[in-house]
């Protein structure tokens, strides 16, 4: 096996796992909303009243509904462009054709650009979800210890959720799609810097064959 060959077979694993962390992203998120009847929890707030047996009955205000369809949208479009690279790939290898050979010098800069706007977007979706759950655990936090000494937003056992909501265990949803969320961005780090470099690399040889080319002198013209 070639260096090369065993350069394109990381870059497929590479796309592959940025397109499994992009599915552990948005799915959780989806099942999350699905409990909470279709109301986002990143931003809410939360309305609270009392029942006897210090029972607290909790409701879900969605105040940005938008943030979540933004991870969500973000997170499926990901998906597809990784793993529609990872086959491009993959289909490189088994036509014997030679990535570098037919990726070309502009190609290796739309390609560049393709991962550097993504960088952007997925930062943007990471920082998104970290502030908004966070914002969602002081928001429960707060009002469960009016009853409750000890609460945390791992543990929300004793709460009576609203009869529409189905709470599942949101903690772990929402911490997964946090934690895969991340873990794309910096997937998507190595990816631009990968075909940064390629991009880099070409553009050099092409300058330098420009400049190996011999300048031939005019031709005499007689009159």
Excluded at 13 to 34: E, G, H, K, M, W
Excluded at 209 to 217: G, K, T
């Amino acid at each position: 096996m070639s260096f090369s060959t065993a350069l394109v077979l990381g870059q497929i694993a590479v796309y592959l796992t940025c397109a499994v962390t992009c599915l552990a992203s948005f799915i959780p998120l989806s099942l999350t909303r699905s409990d909470f009847a279709g109301k986002c929890l990143l931003y809410a707030d939360i309305k609270w009243w009392t029942q006897e047996k210090s029972t607290i009955v909790a409701n879900v205000t969605e105040v940005s509904p938008t943030s979540c369809d933004y991870i969500i949208g973000i997170g499926v479009v990901n998906m597809l462009l990784c793993f529609f690279m990872a086959v491009l790939l993959a289909y490189f290898i088994f036509s014997r054709t030679d990535v570098e050979d037919k990726l070309s010098t502009r190609g290796s800069l739309i390609l560049t650009v393709m991962h550097a706007v993504l960088v952007i977007l997925v930062f943007i979706a990471a920082c998104i979800i970290s502030v908004g759950y966070n914002h969602w655990c002081r928001e429960l936090e707060s009002g469960a210890k009016v009853v409750f000494s000890h609460f945390s937003c791992t543990h929300v056992n004793g709460i009576s959720w609203d009869e529409e909501y189905n709470d599942g265990d949101f903690n772990a949803y929402m911490t997964s799609a946090q934690t895969a969320t991340w873990v794309t961005f910096f997937i998507l780090i190595v990816l631009l810097t990968l075909s940064g470099t390629r991009w880099w690399r070409k553009r050099s040889s092409d300058v330098g064959e420009v400049e190996r080319q011999p300048i031939l002198p005019p031709n005499n013209v007689k009159t």
